[in-house]
């Protein structure tokens, strides 16, 4: 079963292991616009939620966490990628309503953060971290798990995630062009992994203080999102919370 005390730690695992890994994220970015900072932005976005759940005891109710870490997300989203990233969160949130929940709650709780992040989204774009949730959530919701095997059903759905990040150039074409796999739905896919660590019960993924170089399938002078920098017109974006 998903315990309070595993939710926290595989949140802060999720965070630690897309800060960790936030500067590959950020050289795939060319979609929306090529401005490298996507890795960042998600980064920052989630380490929101980090802060808040450390606080919380190992006793905490799992809705608790979920619903802590929505809220923070929401409040620390930064960029496109941070909005869609708290929009898929607070949708989980509803999902998850006990002090634990099995893999077919779990499920649920990702096809309610996909609706939530879909909805929100005037012109959803499929071949972007959309469509790497989405299809994560599609066959989740097919498949027939143990209630208390949350490991194999997010092991399942860390699966998919990474074989649809996989497909995002043959969708995208602007992806394809660059040679890169779409950076929110990597940045997506980290946050997954770090997480997968701890359902599998493994440590929470470590922090570090100065992110190694990461493997990538580009040389070491390439950055995607810099060989597009010239086509950028505006130099910023901004967000808005309204709150009803």
């Known amino acids: 079963m998903l315990t309070g005390k595993i939710l926290r730690d595989a949140f802060i695992s ?16 060319v979609f929306p616009v090529p401005d490298g900072d996507t ?14 759940v450390e606080r919380l005891d190992d006793d905490v ?18 960029g496109n990628s941070g909005v869609i990233l708290s929009l898929l969160f607070r949708g989980f949130a509803k999902g998850i309503t006990g002090r634990t929940a099995g893999a077919a ?28 949730a989405r299809v ?9 798990c143990d209630e208390e095997d949350i490991a194999s059903m997010f092991h399942y759905i860390t699966d998919i995630a990474r074989e649809t990040l996989a497909q ?7 992806l394809k062009k660059a040679g890169v796999v779409d950076a929110g ?14 359902f599998e019960g493994g440590e929470i993924v470590a922090a570090q203080d100065a992110p190694a170089a990461q493997e990538s399938e580009f040389p070491e002078d390439r ?6 920098e010239t086509e950028i017109t505006f130099g910023y974006c901004t967000e808005f919370i309204v709150v009803k």
Do not use: H, W
């Not at 109710?61 to 930064?78: F, P, Q």
């Not at 774009?125 to 959309?130: D, P």
């Not at 994560?136 to 027939?144: F, G, I, M, S």
């Not at 739905?185 to 701890?198: D, R, S, W």
């Open 14 to 29: 999720g965070a630690n292991n897309i800060a960790n890994n936030k500067q590959a994220v950020d050289a795939l970015n």
């Open 39 to 52: 890795g960042t932005n998600m980064g920052m976005t989630i380490a929101a939620a980090k802060r808040e």
């Open 61 to 78: 109710a799992a809705s608790e966490v979920a619903k802590v870490a929505a809220s923070a997300l929401l409040r620390g989203a930064r």
């Open 105 to 132: 709650e779990l499920a649920k709780a990702l096809d309610l953060g996909v609706k939530s992040a879909y909805k929100a989204v005037m012109k959803p774009t499929e071949g972007t971290i959309l469509t790497v």
């Open 136 to 144: 994560a959530a599609e066959k989740a919701a097919l498949l027939q």
């Open 168 to 174: 995002t150039p043959e969708m995208l074409p602007v």
């Open 185 to 198: 739905g990597q940045g997506l896919v980290c946050v997954f992994e770090g997480m997968l660590q701890v």
């Open 223 to 228: 950055n995607a999102a810099g060989e597009f």
